[in-house]
C-alpha cells in the first residue's frame, strides 16, 4: 500500500512563531537581493575592460585562499591527534578551551600581534639580534596573510576534528589496544573514518573565511602584489570611487562564495557549525602511543601550534602594557572610539541572538509540524555567501541615490555587522533547539506546557547557555569588525579596530599595541559577560 | 471507565494496527507482546500523540479523541526523560498544575508517599533513574488526571526497586480510582499486580 500523506497532527501545529520567522526571513531575502540588485545594475555602466586583471586577483584569491586552508589542515590534524592522546598524561586538553580566543580576536589585533612576533622589531628578530645574528627580513607579503590565516582557523580546525575524535566510540580503541594496531593503521581504520566525514566541510568553511579575508590583507600585505577580491572592491569604492568595478567585483565574489556554500551546505547538510567538542574522557593507552617516534611527533605539533596561535597572544599582552598605555589613555579618540564601538557591539550582537532565536524557533515548530523550512535556510545560508565587504557595497549603492550613507553610518555598521553574525548566531541556536524539540515536545504537549509558558519556564532556561554563547560570539565579532566600517567610516565617525588600523598605518607601533591591548581585553570581557551571565541565569538556585 | 472503542490506526507503509477494549477506573491493564506489535502506539493513540484513523476513544461516555493531547485526561510516564534538565524536582512536579494551588505540605506529602522525600530541592541528574521515575509519579499523582499511562517507565529499574513503585501505583489506583494502562516486557510485572493482561500479536 501507498504512503498516505499524514495530516500535521494537531498538537504539532506552530504557533504564532512560524509567521513571525517567515517574515523575517522573507525581509532578509530581500534586503539581500536589493544590495544584489544594486550591484548588478552599477556593474553594468561603466567602461567594459579591466577583464583580465579581475581574473588574475580572483586567481590570487583563490591560491591563497586554498594554501591558507591546506597549512592550518595540516598544523591542525597533527595537533587535534596529539591534544586527543595526551590529554591526560600531558594536560594538552586545555590547549581546546584556549584555542577559542582566536575565533574572536579582532583581526587588527591579531595583526598587530603577528608583527609582534615575526616583524622586524618583534620578539625573534629581538633574540636574533641578541645573539648578533641578522633579524627577519619584513613580515609583510604572503607568506604573512598565511601566517595570519594559520593564526585564525587552525585553532577552529582543531576543535571540530578533537570533536570527531572525541566522538569514536571507547571500545574501538580497546579493540585496536588488544589487537596492537601499528599507528598507522590505527589512523587509517580508527580514527579517519571518525575525521573524513567532518574534513571536506571544514575545509569549505576555512577557504571561504580565507577567501573573504580582508583586514589582514590590508594590513599585512604589504601591497598591490598581495590582494582579494575583498580589498579590491575596497579600493574600488572608497579611493577611485568606480562604482561599476566595484559592482562587477562584488558580483564575482558573490558568484564564487555562492558555489562554497553551496558546496558545503552539500558536504554537511545543516551542521557546519556543529562544533562543540564533548568532555575528553580518558583513552585507554594503545600500542605505540609510548613509543620514542610517537611522543616526538606529538611534542613538534603541539609546540609549533602554540608558537603560532599563543606567542601573538602573549606579545599583544607583553607590548600593550607600557608607557604607551598612558598615552592613548590621553586620547579623547580612545573614549569615543570605545563608547561606539560598545554601542554598536552591544546593538548588533543583540539583535543577532534575538533574530537568530525567532528564526531557529520557527524553523524547529515549521519542521516538527512537516512544513517547508526552505525560506529560513536560505535566508541564513544567503549571508553566509554574501561577505561583509558585497553587503556593504550593495547598501552603499542602494541607499547612496536616498540618503548620505555617511550621516547613516552607525546604523548601517550596526546592521551589517548583525546580518554578518547572524548565520553564526543561528547555527549555534538552531542545533540546540532541535535536539530540545526531540527531548520535550511530547513531555511539555502531555503536561499541557505551551506557547509563552514553555518559552518563559522550559526553552528558555535550558537554552540560556547556547544564548549566551551566540549573544558573546556575535557581539566580539561585531566589535572586532573593521571590514563595513572601512566602507563608511570617517574622522566622525570611528570605531576601536578602525582607529587600531589608522594608528598602524601611521607606523606608530607602540601605540598600536597599546590600543590592541585595550580591543581585546574589551573583546575577551564582552564574550565572557555574555556567556557567564547567561550560564548564571540558566542555572538553578538550589535550595 | 475508559472505552477504546474498535481504533484502528496505520503507518505510513501499511503496517495496521486495532484495538478493542474497557478499563474501569481503578484497573490496571497489563499490555504485553513482542516488539513492533503496537504497544507504544496504544499509548499515543490515547494520548493524543498519534491520530487515530477509525473508532473512539471516551472517559465515562464522553469523547476525547479529537482534544489536544493537553485537553484529555491522561498523564503519561515515558520510558525515560520524564523530567527538565534544569528544573529542580519540586519545579518538575508543579510546573504541569497548570494554575492549581497546592500546598507546599501536599506535594511534600506525596514525595513522601513514593518514598523519595528530601529530594524536592535537586535536580534530576543528581539522582538515580528508579528516583527521577518515581517523580513523575508524584507528578501524575497530583495532576489528578483518570487516565495514566506508563511506557516500560519501571523496565530500567531493578526489581526491588520496581516492586516498591508497584505498591505505590496500586494504592494510586485505588484511593484516587484511576485507569492505568502499563506497557511492560516482564510477566512478572502482571503477576505481582495480579491485574489484568492485553497480549498483543500481529
Known sequence: MAARAQPIALWRRPGPISPVGLGIAIGLLALALAAIGALVSVAGHGPAGGGGNILRVAAFTAMQASLSTLLALALALPVARACWRRAATWRAGWLLPFSFLPVVMPTTVAATGLIGVWGQRGFVSDYLALLGLDRLPPIYGLGAVLLAHVFFNAPLMLRVLNGALTSVPASQWRLSAQWGLSEWERFRQIEWPALRPVIPGLLALVFLLCFTSFSLILMLGGGPAVTTLEVNIYTALRFDFDLALAGKLALLQLVICGAVVVLLTRLTGRSWAAATPRPTHGVPHQKGDTSTFCRTVDALALALFIIITMLPVIAILVRGLGPYLIVVSEWPALYRATVTSLVIALSSGSLATMIALVLASARTRRSDAGLAVWPLDLSISLYLAVSAIVLGTGLFILLRQVADVFLLAPLLVTVGNMLIALPFAYRVLEGRLAALATAHDRLCAGLGLRGWRRLRRVTLPAIAPELGFAAGLSSALSLGDMTIVALFGSQQFQTLPWLLYQTMARYRAGEAAALSLWLLTLTFLLFMGFTLAARMLGRRRHA | ?202
Not at chain 2, 29 to 49: E, H, M, N, R
Not at chain 2, 50 to 60: C, I, K, P, V, Y
Not at chain 2, 163 to 186: K, N, P, W, Y
Open chain 2, 1 to 202: 471507565m475508559l472505552e477504546v472503542d474498535r481504533l484502528s490506526f496505520e503507518r505510513p507503509g501499511g503496517l495496521a494496527f486495532h484495538y478493542d477494549f474497557t478499563l474501569a477506573a481503578g484497573e490496571i491493564l497489563a499490555v504485553q507482546g513482542p516488539s513492533g506489535v503496537g504497544k507504544t502506539t496504544l499509548l499515543d493513540l490515547i494520548a493524543g500523540f498519534e491520530s487515530h484513523l477509525t473508532g473512539r476513544l471516551a472517559w465515562d461516555g464522553i469523547e476525547f479523541s479529537t482534544l489536544p493531547p493537553w485537553e484529555r485526561p491522561v498523564t503519561t510516564v515515558f520510558q525515560s526523560d520524564n523530567l527538565f534538565a534544569h528544573l529542580s524536582c519540586r519545579e518538575n512536579v508543579t510546573i504541569a498544575l497548570d494554575g492549581a494551588t497546592f500546598a507546599a505540605t501536599e506535594v511534600d506529602g506525596a514525595f513522601a508517599r513514593l518514598d523519595i522525600d528530601g529530594l524536592q530541592a535537586r535536580l534530576p541528574e543528581e539522582i538515580s533513574g528508579g528516583q527521577q521515575q518515581r517523580v513523575a509519579l508524584v507528578r501524575a499523582l497530583l495532576r489528578d488526571r483518570p487516565i495514566l499511562l506508563l511506557d516500560e517507565s519501571f523496565s530500567a529499574l531493578d526489581w526491588p526497586t520496581r516492586r516498591g513503585c508497584f505498591d505505590a501505583l496500586q494504592e494510586i489506583a485505588t484511593t484516587r480510582r484511576m485507569a492505568v494502562i502499563f506497557v511492560s516486557h516482564d510477566e512478572r510485572d502482571a503477576a505481582y499486580l495480579e491485574c489484568d493482561v492485553l497480549k498483543l500479536d500481529r
